[in-house]
């Protein structure tokens, strides 16, 4: 029988969080483990199942799949083991009955000797499988589509949602391209165009905002039948990469011309907007002012320490500036901050302590902050994620209590995506007149009790005030690092020989 190999590697990297990930920050999964992990998960991988599983006439190989929670840049001898790892276990998978390749990347990988981790692994896994077998790709819309990539793959199936709730129907879609060319014998023709442009805010919410008007229209160019697969991919702007920025990417059945033109139609419809797709901020002090005014709870968006994104998570900033003003209200917040986790433990429950806090990791950007403190709370940092129901591995964690502020310390960055850090630690979120949420998005959906949520202009690896981040390698003039920033639309083709074609 013919069988399918489905592999996948997948982390979001900030090039400005200055503590390297590691090889053990990964979970592998290989084999049944793999199959059984995404069957009942919310995953690419299970949408690939769904659709391909089904079938009689193929057999579905599990090789290997990596992932990890977004963090600074991989050491590069861990992304070596990590790469060998993955190629060692396609070439092993490798027999003559192998028909097609689907593999889940995320596309915002980054190694420290490795600018370009996933175009290495479809380069290498290219040169494993050779040019015949197909080899079809999902990614997030964050990724970044580099020229290595596209020459090394045969189809991609990009997110369309911002935040993102299509996992599943995205590696549906995948496993539909490859349906595509096993099946009807397609082949697919892919253009790109890059442009100039980072953006974040309101505006990309894909339901509600003018980047999901664009969006929409990639996807009728898929369901209308004009396209295999349509996307307009805006990267992270935290990977700082030589092929950073947005692009669009159409994929057509051998029809270089109209992928070329539909290409075209997404690139300017999105330059047309780009110049609103931007965050506003909100000026810290300012905010504290305004909240101490109201009845809470409030949320503090701050969206430039979110782990989520690739931050290292230990930031200070906002209690340093409640301590300041002498705020009075109730105040919760988590910060990743490995020794006041091992004083509060080795203190225990009950005693007061003078410690310093956050600034452990980035302490450029977080000066560590003495203060005076009481243990509440000490845990394991077992918990489980509220929305996706994941495990999260916090390490040892405290609840500190500084007068009416309370800061869940944790030892290894999570995602904070949701309130489960505070509920996991005997904090009612409904009770706190100040709640810190260090993810861009998530006080909007999952603290809607909130009156009113401030997202701050405060440092961190992941601001979305991207000018205040120092990016060295991306391409430039590139919006909004620099003004009056022209785009001239420069169409690619893959694979290269489509170039020649009429
Ligand atoms: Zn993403």
Redesign the pocket.
């Known amino acids: 029988m013919r069988k399918i190999l489905i592999a996948g590697c997948e982390q ?1 990297i900030s090039s400005f969080n200055p503590q390297s990930s590691r090889y053990e920050d990964f979970d592998i999964l290989r084999g049944k483990a793999l199959f059984a992990a995404h069957a009942g998960a919310d995953t690419c991988i299970r949408g690939a199942l769904d659709v391909l599983g089904v079938r009689n006439d193929l057999e579905l190989v599990p090789v290997y799949a990596a992932s990890a929670c977004s963090a600074g840049p991989l050491a590069q001898a861990d992304f070596e083991r990590l790469a060998g790892e993955f190629l060692t276990a396609i070439a092993d998978a490798m027999t003559p009955d192998v028909a097609g390749v689907y593999l889940s990347l ?1 596309g ?1 990988m980054g190694a420290t000797g490795e600018r370009d981790p996933e175009g290495y692994l479809l380069q290498r896994t290219r040169a494993i499988v050779g040019p015949q077998i197909p080899i079809v790709i999902s990614m ?4 970044l589509l580099t020229a290595r990539m596209l020459e090394n793959c045969d189809a991609i199936a990009v ?1 369309h949602t ?1 935040p ?1 709730n299509d996992f599943t129907s995205t590696g549906q879609r995948a496993a539909r391209l490859l349906e595509a060319i096993l099946d009807r014998g397609a082949r697919p023709v892919m253009a790109r165009i890059i442009i100039p442009a980072l953006v974040r805010g309101p505006e990309l919410i894909t339901a509600t905002g003018l980047y999901g008007k664009v969006i929409d229209r990639a996807k009728a160019m898929e369901t209308g039948g004009e396209a295999l697969s349509a996307a307009v991919l805006i990267g ?1 702007p935290f990977t700082d990469a030589p092929e950073l920025g947005s692009q669009s990417l159409v994929i057509t059945d051998n029809d270089p011309q109209q992928a070329r033109r539909l290409a075209l139609e997404l690139a300017d419809a999105f330059w047309a907007g780009h110049d609103r797709m931007l965050a506003e901020l909100e000026d810290l002090p300012a905010a504290i002012a305004d909240a101490a005014t109201q009845p809470g709870p409030v949320t503090f968006t701050d969206a430039a320490d979110a782990p989520s994104s690739g931050a290292s998570g230990d930031s200070n900033t906002i209690l340093a500036a409640l301590l300041a003003a002498s705020y009075r209200g109730r105040a919760i917040m988590p910060i990743v901050d490995a020794p006041a986790a091992a004083r509060a433990h080795a203190a225990g429950v009950g005693a007061r302590l003078r410690l310093s806090l956050g600034g452990t990791i980035d302490p450029v950007r977080f000066p560590p902050l003495e203060l005076e403190v009481e243990v509440e709370r000490l845990g394991d940092g077992e918990y489980v994620h509220e929305v996706s129901r994941l495990p999260a591995h916090a390490g040892p964690t405290a609840v500190l209590r500084h007068g009416d502020i309370r800061i869940v310390v944790i030892s290894h960055a999570v995602f904070m995506m949701d309130r489960a850090i505070f509920l996991a630690h005997g904090l009612d979120p409904e009770q706190a007149d100040i709640i810190v949420v260090k993810s861009p998005g998530a006080a909007m959906r999952y603290f809607t009790f909130a009156r009113r949520n401030y997202v701050l202009d405060i440092p961190g690896a992941t601001s979305a005030n991207l000018k205040s981040l120092g990016h060295l390698v991306c391409p430039r003039p590139m919006f909004p690092l620099d003004d009056d920033v022209v785009f001239t639309p420069k169409p690619e083709l893959y694979p290269s020989a489509s170039r020649a074609t009429p």
């Not at 997030?140 to 990724?143: E, I, N, R, T």
């Open positions: 979001e995320h915002a997030d819309l964050h990724g997110y911002y993102h992270n």
